[in-house]
């Protein structure tokens, strides 16, 4: 038994939120803030798991476990969602009375889900201790559970010889043939299932294959080749409800059919168009493309704000970057939460910075990251 790390990113949503609820398509992009998972190997028959991004620690005996595996057991298809019962034996077992839905319970349970389940698959429990720590903020549309279930998944895998750890003594990066990665997704949308309930999986899929990858009506397509781009991605940390600004989007479509359909069908000529523009990147990277992209960026972030997902945070994003020659838009569900700036390869640092100093100031948290990165 060896000592494995297993990686995994974020996700932003670059175009087509709210869209894609009414059946156009979305783009979804890997960030390069990443979820990582160290598991390692003990001979106490015990398995702990420590999450200091929630201050969780865990520590089982796997006989206390073995009753559960039968739960876990009985025949278990690839693509099963986790049943309410093997919710609730969960829920009992680690002594979650409250239906309170803290993310730290959650985790716990991820965990324990696929742990078990996967125990039950190669007929044994590893010991092994688990360290999970992330540079994503939890809560914030950016696919930090889905980054987790990824890395839980790879690793529980291939520490059960489910399928092999792709990294070999003295690399320092491996990746997983496909067939691999399309097992690890599927589990890792089981992980999700148990966190969320009812997951579009497309957290998941990106968090697994990065780059980046379409999503419409529920078919998520892996865009075949993605630049990386420079970002600057922003917490407004003003706190939203993704339900009720989905709700609310829906209420103004049926009230003024004729104003809103097409607001919606253009943001999905922007994802479209967008497509078609990092497609030709990767192809053939050249700066004129960015001008193409600032202007999408543009277009949407007003296209937004007229279908109400906009927020004075937001606007407050995009001006502090426009005064610096770049271009914000929210991304995922609006009305605060986290926004997008397109850097260029050659936005200076102190451009940059400034426009960090003047976030900052507005009481915004900044990271400056990449999209398109690596699963
Ligand atoms: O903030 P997030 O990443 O949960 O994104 C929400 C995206 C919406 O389109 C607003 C909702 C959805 O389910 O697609």
Redesign the pocket.
Known sequence: AQTLFVSAPG?V?LH???A??HGKA?LAVAVNLRTFLKMAPRNDGKVSVELPNVGARLCWETSELQPLVVAFSADQTESQPPSPEQIEKLKEFAGFTNRAAATQSLATLAFLYLYLSIASKCGFMPSVDILVWSELPTGA???SSAAYSVCLAGALLSGCRVISYPLEEGQSVGRWPEEELAVINSWAFRGEQVIHGNP?GV?NAVGTRGGALRYQAGKICSLKSVPTLRILLTNTLVPRS?KV??AGVKDKLMKFPAIMEPVLTSIDAISQECERVLEAMAARPSLEHYPVLEELIDVNQHLLSVVGVGHSSLDQVCQATASHGLHSKLT???GG?CAITLLRPDTAPSVVEAAIRDLSDCGFECWETDIGALG
């Open positions: 996700k949503i087509g939120e709210h894609v609820v979305a549309g950016l696919g579009s957290d993704t600004l989905v995922g569900a609006g939460g």
